[in-house]
């Protein structure tokens, strides 16, 4: 799997026909194993703190991937941290009072902008261009850069076993003091309980690159006592 990415941007500003270029890399452990995703919301996102740093009320989006557009309409479900941050941000860009208008554009079909981005994307990966400053700022603007739990009540979790093993479903029913939840696993044969002690437990969470949180439980409850 890619473990770093490359964003490509070519923008205008109406009534300006400059044509701007804008390559850079990333590599941010939060959202690295989302690469494929993480380039495309980075470059909406550059795009859009752009227009709000020069005043715009109004942007339009050309873009390959029906996800950019799909996410922050919500007609596509936001399943990480990535796109359900997106998401958030858009809401909140728009209900600031700009307009924001997609554009899906075949990719690969000679589309000038859309060949130069990708060029540019290419660019920004292998020469590792910006390295860190645009990343950080666009992590900064989706309110990522000191996320520690991003998740809510509902929410299904994986939860790993001892040996790093993704087995179990969990629904969180509680957020503690935001780095505790209690969990209730809807199969506790990983943690030795036969299936019909179904258990609450409580865990200490942690962010990682693949979404999941627990690999032991502090202490189990049965929803039964």
Known sequence: KTKDLGVGVVYEVMGDKT???VSFYGDDSLIIDYANAASEVYSA????EKARALGLDELHIFHDHQGLASWAKGLWNCNNILTKAYKHYY?????????IVFHKVKGHTGNT????????ATKGRKEKTNQGSIENDILEALNLKNTQFPYEIGDNVLIRNNNGVFDRVGE?????????AYVHVQDDLLFGFNEENKLLYKFDLKLDTKNIIGEKPIEGISLFD
Request: charge should be negative.
């Open 19 to 21: 044509k701007h270029e």
């Open 45 to 48: 996102v550059f795009a859009i």
């Open 91 to 99: 809401d909140n860009v728009v209900e600031d009072g700009m307009r």
């Open 113 to 120: 902008f859309n060949e130069i981005a990708d060029k540019l």
């Open 172 to 180: 969180i029913l509680e957020i503690i003091d935001g780095n505790r």
